[in-house]
C-alpha cells in the first residue's frame, strides 16, 4: 500500500516517537540513501509490456530491478518483481530468465537500444515490523525527488509491505498512519511519475470510465468490490491530477469519483446491510457536500473558457469576464482545494475504504454477499429509470428549474448503469444512455447560464440588460434541445430487458 505525506511533518521523528511505542510488535530500524536510475528503449518497448526496469546503487553496490504487469486495487499495489546483483552500475537484461519477457521479445535488442529516462533519488527510512501473530511488515518513507534533466518532482510517500501473514494488519498500521498525520492513497508509482516527466507529459483530466466489467457468475460482493475500486480509482486519479496542474476539470473528476463510491454504497445497501456501510456513506455524503462550491467554480469556467459555448458573447464584455476571473480566484482563495484535498479525514476515509474488500463487514449480517448480482441488475435498473420517467414526465413541459432539480437523481441513476450495465449486451447500451448524456451536459451549461444570471444581478457592468437578454435566450434554446432529447430517451427500450 502506497500512501502520500500530505505535510512537512519531521515524519521520520513521529514514526519514532509516536507509532513505534504503540505497536504491539517487534521493530529494527535502518536508513539508507538510494539512488536509482531507469532504463527504456527509446520507443518504450519495456513501457509498452507494462514493465519497469531499473538499476539501484546504494554504498558502492548495484541491483537491477524488473517490474512487470501487476494491479492496483483500492490502494493495494500487487506487481511481481525480479532482482538481480550487479557489478557496477550499467544494466544488463541478459542477467534475468528468458521467461519472464513475452514470446518472440529479444532480450539482446532489448539490451542494445537501452536509454537513461530519469532518476530517483531519496532518504529512506526501513522498519522491519514482527508482529505477535506472526505477521511480518516492512513500513517505508522515501524522501526525495525524481528527476530528469531538466525537471523534477518530489517525493514524499510511505510503502507498506506484506512480508509474511495476515493482510489485514496493513490496514490496521495504515489506520494508525493516517491517525497520526495527513495521508492519501497513491495511485502512481515513483517510476510512473517519471515516465510521465521524461515524456513532458502531464496528467489530464479523463471522462467517465467505461462501463465495469462484470462476469454473470459475480456474487454482490464481488460486484461491490468492483464498483468501490472502480470510483476510488477515478477520485484518486484526479485528485493527483489537481494538485499537480491546478485544472478545474480535475476537481469535477475527483468529485465525480466521490459520487461514484458513494452511489456504489447506496446502490448495495439494501443487500449488504451493515453499520460499517452507513457509517463510510455518511462520511462520503459530508465529503462530497464539502466540495458543492466547485459547482460553480466550474460554471464560471464554462463561462470563460474560450472553447465554451458562451465565450463568442462574453468575449465582447471585457468588464464581465473581469468580474468573473474576480470571483473564480475569489473561490479558490476562500476554499483551497489544495488543503482540502489532503486534509486528513479524507485520507483515513479513503483507507477505510480501501479495508472494505478485506474486512468485508457486511459478512457478519446474513448470506446476501454470495447472491449472484446477476439476479437484481435488471431490477435495479428498471427501478431506477422508472424513478426518472415518473419525475421526468414526457408530457410535463421541463423548466431550467425542473431540469437542475432532477440532476442528481439522473446522475445517480447514469452511475448504477455503469456498474451494471457490464452484464448486458453491449447492441444498444450507448445508444440508449446517448440522449441522457446530452441531457447531463445539458444541465452543466443550464448551470453556468444561471449562475450568469445570479451575478449580472448583482454585478456593475455596462451592458447588463443586454447581457441578460442574451442570457434568457440561450437559456430557452438550450431547453428546446434538452426537450427534444427528453422526449427521444423516454420512447427508448430498455437495454437490459430480456
Given at each position: ?57 546504494r554504498d558502492g553496490r548495484f541491483q537491477q530491478t524488473l517490474k512487470t504487469a501487476g494491479k492496483i486495487q483500492g490502494g ?131 471522462p467517465l470510465p467505461d462501463f465495469l466489467v462484470l462476469q454473470e457468475s459475480d456474487s454482490l460482493e464481488q460486484a461491490f ?274
Amino acid at each position: 500500500m502506497k500512501l502520500l505525506v500530505c505535510s512537512d511533518l519531521d515524519v521520520v521523528e513521529l514514526l519514532k516517537s509516536k507509532l513505534l511505542p504503540g505497536l504491539q510488535a517487534q521493530s529494527s530500524c535502518r536508513q539508507m540513501a538510494l539512488s536509482n536510475r531507469y532504463y527504456d528503449t527509446p520507443d518504450k518497448q519495456l513501457r509498452g509490456m507494462d514493465m519497469g526496469f531499473r538499476v539501484r546503487g546504494r554504498d558502492g553496490r548495484f541491483q537491477q530491478t524488473l517490474k512487470t504487469a501487476g494491479k492496483i486495487q483500492g490502494g493495494l499495489h500487487q506487481r511481481p518483481e525480479y532482482n538481480v546483483e550487479l557489478s557496477d552500475q550499467y544494466p544488463d537484461l541478459s542477467l534475468f530468465e528468458s521467461s519472464i519477457f513475452p514470446d518472440g521479445v529479444s532480450v539482446a535488442a532489448l539490451q542494445s537500444a537501452l536509454v537513461p529516462l530519469f532518476t530517483t533519488h531519496f532518504q529512506r527510512c526501513a522498519i522491519e515490523l514482527v508482529f505477535e501473530s506472526g505477521t511480518e511488515l516492512e513500513l517505508v518513507y522515501d524522501k526525495g525527488q525524481v528527476a530528469t534533466e531538466s525537471h523534477q518532482q518530489p517525493i514524499n510517500e510511505m510503502e507498506i509491505e506484506l512480508k509474511k501473514g495476515d493482510v489485514g494488519e496493513i490496514f490496521v498500521l495504515a489506520r494508525q498512519l493516517s491517525d497520526l498525520m495527513p495521508l492519501r492513497l497513491g495511485a502512481f508509482s515513483k517510476a510512473a511519475r517519471g515516465y510521465l516527466l521524461a515524456a513532458g507529459q502531464e496528467l489530464t483530466p479523463k471522462p467517465l470510465p467505461d462501463f465495469l466489467v462484470l462476469q454473470e457468475s459475480d456474487s454482490l460482493e464481488q460486484a461491490f468490490i468492483k464498483a468501490v475500486h472502480y470510483g476510488m480509482d477515478y477520485w484518486q486519479y484526479h485528485e493527483q491530477c489537481y494538485l499537480e496542474t491546478q485544472k478545474p476539470r480535475a476537481l469535477a473528476g475527483m468529485r465525480a469519483g466521490i459520487q461514484l463510491v458513494s452511489q456504489a454504497i447506496s446502490l448495495y445497501l439494501p443487500m449488504l446491510q451493515c453499520d460499517t456501510l452507513l457509517e463510510l456513506q455518511a462520511r462520503l455524503i459530508q465529503l462530497n457536500n464539502d466540495w458543492y462550491w466547485a459547482e460553480n467554480l466550474l460554471a464560471i469556467k464554462t463561462l470563460r473558457s474560450r472553447k465554451g459555448p458562451f465565450r463568442k458573447r462574453l468575449a465582447k464584455s471585457e468588464e464581465l469576464l473581469s468580474y468573473l476571473r474576480g470571483r473564480y480566484e475569489g473561490l479558490l482563495l476562500h476554499y483551497q482545494p489544495d488543503n482540502l484535498i489532503q486534509r486528513q479525514q479524507s485520507g483515513q476515509l479513503q483507507v477505510d475504504l480501501a479495508a472494505l474488500a478485506f474486512e468485508q463487514p457486511w459478512r457478519a449480517s446474513g448470506n446476501a454477499w454470495s447472491s449472484p448480482v446477476q439476479e437484481h441488475a435488471r431490477g435495479w435498473l428498471a427501478q431506477g429509470w422508472f424513478a426518472i420517467s415518473q419525475s421526468m414526465p414526457r408530457k410535463k413541459k421541463f423548466s431550467a428549474q425542473n431540469y437542475i432539480s432532477s440532476e442528481p437523481l439522473l446522475r445517480q441513476t447514469l452511475f448504477n448503469g455503469l456498474f451494471l450495465a457490464g452484464l448486458f449486451s453491449p447492441e444498444h447500451r450507448d445508444q440508449f444512455r446517448a440522449p441522457w448524456l446530452d441531457i447531463i451536459d445539458g444541465i452543466d451549461e443550464l448551470n453556468a447560464l444561471h449562475l450568469l444570471k445570479s451575478e449580472l444581478d448583482v454585478a456593475d457592468v455596462q451592458d447588463k440588460d443586454e447581457l441578460l437578454v442574451w442570457c434568457k435566450d440561450k437559456m430557452a434554446h438550450l431547453l428546446d434541445v434538452m426537450e427534444q432529447s427528453r422526449k427521444a430517451a423516454l420512447k427508448m427500450e430498455p437495454y437490459w430487458k430480456p
